[in-house]
């Protein structure tokens, strides 16, 4: 390994005692250590406001990697703990902010760390500006080596909050150093969106409207607002998954071919494919988003009761906790295709899919005797199965003119299941070796915001919902379907796609 494949950090992660940081951050920085991609010259300081001693900081990072990890060696977590810090901060108080670089500068002599600076903003948003500022003010970011901010969602709550907390950020960090998470870029299968797309030559001649009836991107989760009704009733699935997590998938299906694999080429697709995207008047936004917010049901075995009785939410809330919609692009590529996206809280299922229809061959010499013959289907499963299926045709044995649709299934966790590593392991590795390619640009949440931001308006205007309007356990209100229905199509049954059972 080069010794950018193991880059030296000293990570100042705000928001250390935090859910975050506990139940991926230290898990993950363990498993990089345990392979080697990090060495003896890291370390971290946590900071948060709590008091905390050395010990009990220590003490909790073992228990987060030990109930994250199955085999953890013992000897090599307590070595790993060793690298760790706890300051306990104001975020206001200048003279904490002091020191913490006389801190930083400690560590960075004792392990070597050469001046490179991770700052890690695991924190509520409204801290992410008065921190950045602080850091520059106080010195934290005057160093010889890099300089980079790792930024949480949500970055913003409409295109206004988002650019207003850039140009803060934009204060004391260049674009180049702002690394803006956004999880799901850092799942395998994500990144293999593109893989699959520009290294076959089966899809890539054919990922048009020439050939693609429609694209479907399904993200449920069975799980509802848990203790997270405050942020989420002020959210709303809308702002929650689509501005940031749909958009990014819908983005990496519709772009062009970067001509390069650099941070920059890739992005700029991702922007062009976003720019092409139709922005709905409010007219249009009624007639392509469906919302949806859970009543009493059940899933699997469990009752849930009304979004409105969940703990923090407003009882005549009108938040959404289900979005549908169909998207539109205004390009070459994919003028007339809709891409079809759905999401939302106690759903049927805990599945991430992605399915690309292809349209129906035009002359159909062969028939299924019990059904009408199957159009063929690339299904990308991205969680909790990692793979792809092709949906095909063949011959039904011993029968002329008759098929039967069979299915071709690869499981990445069945190849791979020891070593497909985290989404968040992925990034933090990433961004130590300067690799912004799975961060949002600026660009791509100004456009994610604008596009989302026309479709929350139209909401509000028009206040009168029939919330709940979707029972907990269900796969969504029945609108969702109807608005496939105009257009003859369906939603795929994504519970019958178990890449497991495929054959
Ligand atoms: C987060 C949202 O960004 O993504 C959560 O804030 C959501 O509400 C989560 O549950 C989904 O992530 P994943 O990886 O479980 O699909």
């Known amino acids: 390994m080069n010794n950018n494949q193991r880059p030296t950090a000293l990570i100042m992660l705000f928001g250390a005692t935090g859910d975050l940081a506990n139940r991926k951050l230290y898990p993950s920085l363990y498993r990089l250590y345990k392979k080697g991609k990090i060495t003896e010259r890291f370390a971290v300081i946590g900071v948060a406001r709590r008091p905390l001693t050395q010990e009990q900081f220590k003490s909790n990072i073992k228990d987060s990697v030990l109930s994250a990890i199955k085999d953890v060696d013992e000897a090599q977590l307590d070595t790993f703990v060793t690298h760790f810090t706890y300051h306990s901060h104001d975020v206001s108080n200048k003279s904490s902010y002091a020191e913490l670089k006389a801190l930083a500068e400690e560590m960075d002599a004792e392990y070597g760390l050469e001046g490179n600076r991770l700052f890690y903003l695991a924190m509520a948003p409204e801290f992410f500006g008065p921190i950045t500022q602080h850091l520059k003010a106080e010195g934290l970011t005057d160093t010889n080596g890099y300089k980079r901010v790792i930024i949480e969602k949500p970055f913003g709550t409409d295109y206004e909050t988002a650019e207003k907390l850039n140009n803060m950020i934009r204060a004391s960090f260049e674009e180049e150093e702002i690394y803006r998470i956004d999880h799901y870029l850092g799942k395998e299968m994500v990144q293999n969106i593109e893989v699959i797309r520009f290294s076959n030559m089966m899809f890539e001649p054919l ?81 392509n988003f469906v919302r949806g917010q859970y009543g009493e049901g059940t899933v699997g075995d469990t009752v849930v009761a009304d979004y409105r009785k969940e703990p923090m939410v407003d009882p005549n809330s009108n938040t959404e906790t289900f979005v549908a919609g169909r998207l539109k692009f205004d390009n070459f590529r994919w003028a007339g295709v809709p891409f079809y996206i759905r999401t939302g809280k106690s759903m049927a299922a805990k599945s991430t899919k992605i399915v690309v229809q292809f349209k129906d061959i035009p002359m159909n010499l062969y028939y299924n005797p019990t059904e009408e013959l199957s159009p063929n289907l690339l299904v990308i499963h991205i969680q909790p199965d990692e793979g792809v299926t092709l949906h095909l045709n063949v011959r039904k044995s011993g029968q002329k003119g008759l098929t039967t649709p069979i299915r071709l299934s690869y499981s990445n966790k069945s190849v791979d299941r020891m070593n497909t590593p985290e989404a968040y392991e992925k990034l933090m590795y990433d961004c130590m070796r300067g690799d912004a390619t799975n961060f949002t640009h600026w660009d791509e949440v100004a456009l994610s915001w604008k596009f989302v931001d026309s479709i929350s308006k139209a909401w509000k205007e028009k206040s009168d919902t029939d919330f709940p309007n979707y029972k907990a356990g269900t796969m969504g209100p029945k609108k969702a379907d109807d608005l496939l229905a105009e257009d003859g199509n369906e939603w795929w049954p994504i519970e019958d796609f178990d890449i497991e059972t495929c054959s």
């Open 207 to 287: 990922w048009n409207n020439r050939y693609i009836s429609n694209i479907q991107i399904t993200s449920s989760e069975t799980l509802g607002v848990e203790e997270r009704g405050r942020y989420y009733d002020k959210s709303g699935a809308l702002k929650d998954m689509v501005q940031n997590h749909m958009l990014q998938m819908v983005a990496l299906l519709a772009m062009e071919p970067p001509i390069k694999l650099t941070t920059d080429e890739v992005r700029s697709e991702k922007v062009r494919a976003l720019r092409s995207l139709r922005n709905y008047s409010e007219e249009e936004v009624l007639k």
